[in-house]
């Protein structure tokens, strides 16, 4: 029950946010600020939890962080889910991914994510790294042949679908450059981590 009194303030708190044009420029949205979020802890990096169970709905701070993406940044997308399956590992699966849609080949689009990904993993007052993605819970982000996994700092690294034999012949959307995949942690995923809590605080 007390995660989904924490959801539905968090949705609340986005919602009520300004969504920015198409054309609009990048600019932080509603979010907790510095001080709310300094109230708790912060996160360690998250370490890779795969998916082991199925679920038929996201879970509640997936929703929410693909809602405040949107809301603040532009695009569209949000939580999605994917029909289980025996043959392969998705966080799609249970209800731990979001595919924001963006286009790679948008120069605004670009501007999007790129101000988010600074916004993510930009230290702290204090010098923490990543310290917004920590405390979003984001395990790791796939953009335009890029990946930034939390196990290794965030560091950008090139990527390639395993189902892809090359860039060239692999579609836009393996190679995620008509949407940006982010995976979350356990507790980010059910809202737990410190930025849904501050987002919900107020």
Same mark, same amino acid.
């Given at each position: 029950?007390? @995660? @989904? @009194? ?19 420029? *990048?600019? *932080?949205?509603?979010?907790?600020? &510095? %001080?709310?979020? &300094?109230? #708790?802890?912060?996160? *360690?990096? =998250? ?20 809602? /405040? +993406? ?12 994917? =029909? ?14 979001? %595919? ?5 080949? %948008? *120069?605004?689009?670009?501007? !999007? ?11 702290? =007052?204090? $010098? ?14 796939? /953009? ?5 996994? =939390?196990?290794?700092?965030? &560091?950008?690294?090139? #990527? ?16 995620? !450059? %008509? ?17 849904? +809590?501050?987002?919900?605080? $107020?």
């Amino acid at each position: 029950m007390r @995660l @989904l @009194l924490v959801a539905a303030a968090v949705l609340a708190a986005l919602i009520a946010g300004p969504t920015p044009s198409s054309d609009a420029a *990048p600019a *932080p949205g509603p979010g907790p600020s &510095a %001080d709310a979020l &300094a109230a #708790y802890p912060l996160e *360690p990096f =998250a370490t890779y939890q795969p998916q082991t169970t199925c679920t038929k709905r996201p879970k509640p701070g997936t929703v929410a962080l693909g809602t /405040w +993406l949107v809301a603040t940044y532009g695009g569209g997308g949000g939580a999605v889910n994917r =029909a289980c399956s025996k043959t392969s590992t998705s966080e799609h699966q249970d209800g731990r991914a979001i %595919d924001w849609t963006l286009s790679a080949a %948008d *120069p605004a689009d670009r501007a !999007r994510a790129q101000s988010f990904l600074d916004a993510a993993f930009a230290p702290d =007052a204090s $010098g923490e790294p990543a310290a917004l993605a920590r405390r979003m819970g984001l395990m790791y982000v796939i /953009w335009a042949d890029r990946m930034y996994a =939390a196990w290794n700092g965030f &560091a950008p690294e090139p #990527y390639l679908s395993s189902s892809c034999r090359s860039r060239k012949k692999c579609s836009v959307t393996l190679r995620h !450059r %008509d949407h940006v995949h982010l995976s979350l942690s356990r507790p980010g995923a059910r809202g737990q981590t410190s930025f849904y +809590l501050a987002l919900a605080a $107020g």
